[in-house]
């Protein structure tokens, strides 16, 4: 039973990654945004699964707040939003695609490398899971890092939250506080970003940040 | 526990005061429309929460689970409380001027207050916090106010400003959300599951016997997660926009207190760190981030032209300072750590108040058009040049104090690395120097001594 348990756990943080990958390759918004909603999907899966397998009711609560909100509510509110802004749907990149992929294994790679020495101790699937959710948290970081778009760096720190709500569920018996304090403050910060995202609207006709530079102009 | 004081009754707790107290008065003035009676309510409430933090002193309560204080953080809470406190009678006469011109409009004032005080709770909820996970909420409760309130001119140089800080500082909070989860991984095992292995004062206790390499990894988060909050250098490009684009009493709050809220953050985790004898010095890193801070500031300094913006890198400058003194720690090291943050908070608020009145009266941010302030205007011109020479770290003042023993300090036992301190710290005197003569000497430019600001008690 506890290799089963062991090996859907470590499926479901794999299907994160997987899908973590697939933001990378992703140039137009709509399908970005879809696969937002499949990574909270799979991260709904993945704490329910931790909540069955540590028996911690609570947990059912984070994997709620992860379907309703991260899965369904958010991806709705940003299509809307692309629509309304009559946004261009192609993201621009700084790098290019290839070059984001390859540097994406690397830092799968390097995650692996930094935690499952340190984590030796550590029963195996909060393990796996915290090296995984390190490599999730650093693509979330990268697609912010390589995306011009603002509605794309929205999705690349979801992303990134939904490594930490990983890693969060991964370690056993944390308290709730932080859980539901996670999902709150995503809730708060989303709104903080949907508030500005239309401000930036009235302002200049656009939410590509690289256009937003230009208006600093020669301050120093 | 020390006793109680005659005059206040015995339900008084004063470290629910310092918390309720602006948790109610933001709830308050969300809901007033008049902003003359907020603003003095603003003022009322952010005294109170001073007092109570006064009480402290004397009367400090045992920590539990959650809330907690100590020798460390009382320092804090009381700076922390006495600077919005003056932040916010300056804020008072800064925002009449404000509505005058009309930048802003009574709504906006309505929103500003309400976010002041759920900010000013943040903070205060950030240093009497004894879990580490709910002062990882209160730094993103702080954190995402003050964005609100940066962006608040709505111009296009304040949304580029507050989105660039909200990008960069949630990236920080949640990085450090994932050091703090090592933290509680590398507690578990040897204090068991469920809350108590987030509570500070048992994971102190217990540090000893954490796993090394566990809390080797959790601290570079930390470190990288808190220190992109405190402004260190290459983290620090949300720095110097926030100040320069929000309303100036913002600015003086995240220089005199975010940026030492983060800070405080930081060192609890370092003495997590220190605790545990196998776990990497944390003193290295933060020597080496410290140094950075303060000489690429120092060098940034020479190119500023906008009076805010330079003296945001001003308080990268110090970050830098006092994150090198905490990082050769030893007890003078420490001692010199937590005088110059204090100092800091005290020095960089109050330019931050001249600075706001000197912008308003000139009408501008920019440096260039300032000039000959102390023929025009000689007490604010005046107040200036002293601001900036305490900041500068010229002897009577307090920073000199704490300067002093840390140049010493380092010298004892790291020749080398204060010969580069010292580098650093006359590299910024110069910078200061040069810009503070362009501005409180030399010709006069911009608008003369007819129009003023109005005072604090009209």
Same mark, same amino acid.
């Given at each position: 039973?506890?290799?089963?348990?062991?090996?859907?756990?470590?499926?479901?943080?794999?299907?994160?990654?997987?899908?973590?990958?697939?933001?990378?390759?992703?140039?137009?918004?709509?399908?970005?945004?879809?696969?937002?909603?499949?990574?909270?999907?799979?991260?709904?899966?993945?704490?329910?699964?931790?909540?069955?397998?540590?028996?911690?009711?609570?947990?059912?609560?984070?994997?709620?707040?992860?379907?309703?909100?991260?899965?369904?509510?958010?991806?709705?509110?940003?299509?809307?939003?692309?629509?309304?802004?009559?946004?261009?749907?192609?993201?621009?990149?700084?790098?290019?695609?290839?070059?984001?992929?390859?540097?994406?294994?690397?830092?799968?790679?390097?995650?692996?490398?930094?935690?499952?020495?340190?984590?030796?101790?550590?029963?195996?699937?909060?393990?796996?899971?915290?090296?995984?959710?390190?490599?999730?948290?650093?693509?979330?970081?990268?697609?912010?890092?390589?995306?011009?778009?603002?509605?794309?760096?929205?999705?690349?720190?979801?992303?990134?939250?939904?490594?930490?709500?990983?890693?969060?569920?991964?370690?056993?018996?944390?308290?709730?506080?932080?859980?539901?304090?996670?999902?709150?403050?995503?809730?708060?910060?989303?709104?903080?970003?949907?508030?500005?995202?239309?401000?930036?609207?009235?302002?200049?006709?656009?939410?590509?940040?690289?256009?937003?530079?230009?208006?600093?102009?020669?301050?120093? | 526990?020390? +006793?109680?004081?005659?005059?206040?009754?015995? /339900?008084?707790?004063?470290?629910?005061?310092?918390?309720?107290?602006?948790?109610?008065?933001?709830?308050?003035?969300?809901?007033?429309?008049?902003?003359?009676?907020?603003?003095?309510?603003?003022?009322?409430?952010?005294?109170?929460?001073?007092?109570?933090?006064?009480?402290?002193?004397?009367?400090?309560?045992? +920590?539990? =689970?959650?809330?907690?204080?100590?020798?460390?953080?009382?320092?804090?809470?009381?700076?922390?409380?006495? =600077?919005?406190?003056?932040?916010?009678?300056?804020?008072?006469?800064?925002?009449?001027?404000?509505?005058?011109?009309?930048?802003?409009?009574?709504?906006?004032?309505?929103?500003?207050?309400?976010?002041?005080?759920?900010?000013?709770? +943040?903070?205060?909820?950030?240093?009497?916090?004894?879990?580490?996970?709910?002062?990882?909420?209160?730094?993103?409760?702080?954190?995402?106010?003050?964005?609100?309130?940066?962006?608040?001119?709505?111009?296009?140089?304040?949304?580029?400003?507050?989105?660039?800080?909200?990008?960069?500082?949630?990236?920080?909070?949640?990085?450090?959300?994932?050091?703090?989860?090592?933290?509680?991984?590398?507690?578990?095992? =040897?204090?068991?599951?469920?809350?108590?292995?987030?509570? /500070?004062?048992?994971?102190?206790?217990?540090?000893?016997?954490?796993?090394?390499?566990?809390?080797?990894?959790?601290?570079?988060?930390?470190?990288?997660?808190?220190?992109?909050? =405190?402004?260190?250098?290459?983290?620090?490009?949300?720095?110097?926009?926030?100040?320069?684009? +929000?309303?100036?009493?913002?600015?003086?709050?995240?220089?005199?207190?975010?940026?030492?809220?983060?800070?405080?953050?930081?060192?609890?985790?370092?003495?997590?760190?220190?605790?545990?004898?196998?776990?990497?010095?944390?003193?290295?890193?933060?020597?080496?981030?410290?140094?950075?801070?303060?000489?690429?500031?120092?060098?940034?300094?020479?190119?500023?032209?906008?009076?805010?913006?330079?003296?945001?890198?001003?308080?990268?400058?110090?970050?830098?300072?006092?994150?090198?003194?905490?990082?050769?720690?030893?007890?003078?090291?420490?001692?010199?750590?937590?005088?110059?943050?204090?100092?800091?908070?005290?020095?960089?608020?109050?330019?931050?108040?001249?600075?706001?009145?000197?912008?308003?009266?000139?009408?501008?941010?920019?440096?260039?058009?300032?000039?000959?302030?102390?023929?025009?205007?000689?007490?604010?011109?005046?107040?200036?040049?002293?601001?900036?020479?305490?900041?500068?770290?010229?002897?009577?003042?307090?920073?000199?104090?704490?300067?002093?023993?840390?140049?010493?300090?380092?010298?004892?036992?790291?020749?080398?690395?204060?010969?580069?301190?010292?580098?650093?710290?006359?590299?910024?005197?110069?910078?200061?120097?040069?810009?503070?003569?362009?501005?409180?000497?030399?010709?006069?430019?911009?608008?003369?001594?007819?129009?003023?600001?109005?005072?604090?008690?009209?």
């Amino acid at each position: 039973m506890h290799g089963l348990s062991f090996d859907i756990a470590h499926m479901l943080a794999g299907g994160l990654v997987l899908l973590s990958f697939m933001m990378l390759y992703q140039t137009r918004l709509y399908p970005l945004i879809n696969v937002l909603s499949a990574h909270a999907f799979v991260l709904t899966a993945s704490v329910a699964w931790q909540a069955h397998i540590q028996h911690a009711p609570h947990l059912y609560i984070t994997a709620a707040i992860a379907l309703v909100f991260k899965a369904i509510i958010v991806p709705i509110a940003l299509r809307r939003m692309v629509f309304r802004l009559g946004l261009h749907r192609e993201i621009e990149t700084v790098v290019s695609i290839g070059l984001t992929m390859l540097a994406g294994m690397g830092l799968v790679a390097l995650s692996l490398e930094v935690m499952l020495p340190v984590t030796a101790q550590s029963d195996p699937v909060a393990r796996e899971d915290i090296a995984l959710a390190l490599s999730v948290v650093l693509i979330g970081l990268m697609v912010m890092v390589t995306r011009r778009n603002a509605v794309s760096q929205v999705v690349g720190f979801m992303s990134l939250e939904n490594g930490i709500n990983l890693a969060a569920t991964g370690a056993r018996g944390m308290p709730l506080v932080v859980e539901i304090s996670v999902a709150f403050s995503i809730l708060i910060a989303f709104i903080v970003i949907g508030i500005f995202l239309f401000r930036i609207r009235e302002r200049f006709d656009t939410v590509d940040v690289g256009v937003l530079h230009e208006f600093r102009g020669g301050r120093g | 526990m020390t +006793g109680m004081i005659p005059f206040v009754p015995s /339900w008084f707790d004063p470290v629910s005061a310092v918390l309720l107290v602006p948790l109610g008065a933001s709830a308050i003035l969300a809901l007033l429309p008049f902003y003359r009676l907020s603003s003095g309510l603003n003022m009322l409430a952010s005294f109170i929460a001073l007092a109570s933090a006064a009480m402290l002193l004397v009367q400090r309560p045992t +920590g539990h =689970v959650y809330l907690m204080v100590d020798d460390f953080n009382i320092v804090f809470i009381l700076l922390n409380n006495f =600077v919005s406190f003056t932040t916010s009678a300056f804020s008072a006469s800064y925002i009449a001027h404000e509505l005058e011109i009309g930048r802003l409009t009574p709504r906006n004032l309505r929103f500003y207050h309400a976010m002041f005080q759920l900010m000013l709770f +943040g903070m205060n909820l950030a240093l009497v916090a004894n879990n580490i996970g709910l002062m990882w909420v209160a730094v993103e409760l702080a954190t995402l106010t003050t964005v609100l309130m940066v962006g608040i001119y709505r111009t296009a140089e304040a949304l580029e400003a507050a989105w660039k800080y909200f990008i960069l500082g949630s990236v920080g909070i949640a990085l450090a959300l994932f050091g703090t989860i090592l933290v509680y991984l590398a507690a578990r095992p =040897v204090i068991g599951e469920g809350l108590d292995a987030m509570v /500070w004062t048992t994971l102190i206790e217990h540090a000893r016997g954490f796993d090394p390499s566990l809390l080797n990894i959790a601290f570079v988060f930390l470190l990288l997660g808190y220190g992109t909050k =405190v402004g260190l250098a290459p983290l620090h490009a949300w720095l110097p926009d926030a100040h320069a684009e +929000g309303p100036t009493p913002i600015s003086a709050v995240l220089s005199g207190l975010l940026l030492n809220v983060a800070l405080y953050a930081l060192l609890r985790f370092k003495m997590l760190l220190a605790a545990n004898p196998a776990a990497i010095a944390p003193g290295p890193l933060m020597i080496a981030l410290g140094l950075l801070s303060l000489i690429f500031a120092a060098f940034m300094l020479y190119r500023r032209r906008d009076i805010k913006r330079f003296f945001a890198y001003s308080s990268i400058e110090h970050m830098g300072i006092i994150v090198f003194a905490f990082g050769m720690a030893g007890p003078f090291g420490n001692l010199a750590g937590l005088l110059q943050m204090t100092m800091h908070s005290l020095t960089k608020s109050a330019i931050f108040f001249t600075v706001g009145h000197v912008a308003q009266i000139k009408g501008t941010q920019r440096i260039a058009d300032m000039g000959g302030l102390t023929t025009t205007h000689p007490v604010l011109g005046w107040l200036l040049v002293a601001g900036v020479a305490a900041i500068a770290g010229l002897p009577p003042f307090g920073v000199f104090t704490s300067e002093f023993l840390i140049v010493t300090t380092t010298f004892a036992r790291e020749p080398l690395l204060a010969v580069l301190f010292i580098f650093g710290l006359l590299l910024s005197f110069g910078a200061l120097l040069m810009r503070v003569t362009d501005v409180a000497f030399g010709e006069v430019k911009g608008p003369g001594p007819a129009r003023r600001t109005r005072p604090i008690y009209r």
